[in-house]
């Protein structure tokens, strides 16, 4: 949500910019040339302020988007997710996380199969934290 000083400051500059359009608008012939001038200076002025809080606002509200995207990849991700007790699965994904990473760092790292051996018939080995895991 944007804050209400930015939304206020952008309604006084658009107010401003009104009133002196209106008062180039209605200046009689009698108006010096120069008064114009700097009415019309003010004028171009506070429109830029305007162009720049609103430009600021886009950017607020494109990274306000983007993380709540981010929250809710998360969030979804969080959901197809269950602990057989050693590993994370995600649904529909034949690849087990490493419990270690994701339970230390939020993070969702593939375990690489390995060979069958002696402790058992499938291995798996986290290439970041160098955990092994037996099935």
């Given at each position: 949500m944007?804050?209400?000083?930015?939304?206020?400051?952008?309604?006084?500059?658009?107010?401003?910019?009104t009133?002196?359009?209106?008062?180039?608008?209605?200046?009689?012939?009698?108006?010096?040339?120069?008064?114009?001038?700097?009415?019309?200076?003010?004028?171009?002025?506070?429109?830029?302020?305007?162009?720049?809080e609103?430009s600021?606002?886009?950017v607020?509200?494109?990274?306000?988007?983007?993380?709540?995207?981010?929250?809710?990849?998360?969030?979804?991700?969080?959901?197809?997710?269950?602990?057989?007790?050693?590993?994370?699965?995600?649904?529909?994904?034949?690849?087990?996380?490493?419990a270690?990473?994701?339970e230390?760092?939020?993070?969702?790292?593939?375990?690489?199969?390995?060979?069958?051996?002696?402790?058992?018939?499938?291995?798996?080995?986290?290439?970041?934290?160098?955990?092994?895991?037996?099935?």
């Amino acid at each position: 949500m944007t804050d209400l000083g930015t939304i206020s400051t952008i309604i006084s500059n658009v107010k401003t910019a009104t009133d002196i359009a209106k008062l180039v608008k209605d200046s009689s012939s009698s108006l010096k040339e120069a008064e114009v001038k700097l009415k019309m200076a003010d004028l171009i002025s506070a429109l830029a302020d305007i162009k720049i809080e609103l430009s600021d606002m886009q950017v607020l509200q494109r990274d306000k988007d983007q993380k709540i995207f981010e929250l809710e990849e998360q969030l979804s991700k969080k959901e197809k997710t269950t602990y057989d007790g050693k590993m994370y699965w995600i649904e529909d994904d034949k690849t087990p996380f490493c419990a270690v990473c994701y339970e230390n760092d939020t993070k969702f790292i593939h375990l690489t199969h390995v060979r069958a051996s002696e402790w058992g018939s499938e291995n798996w080995y986290c290439k970041i934290c160098k955990n092994k895991y037996y099935v």
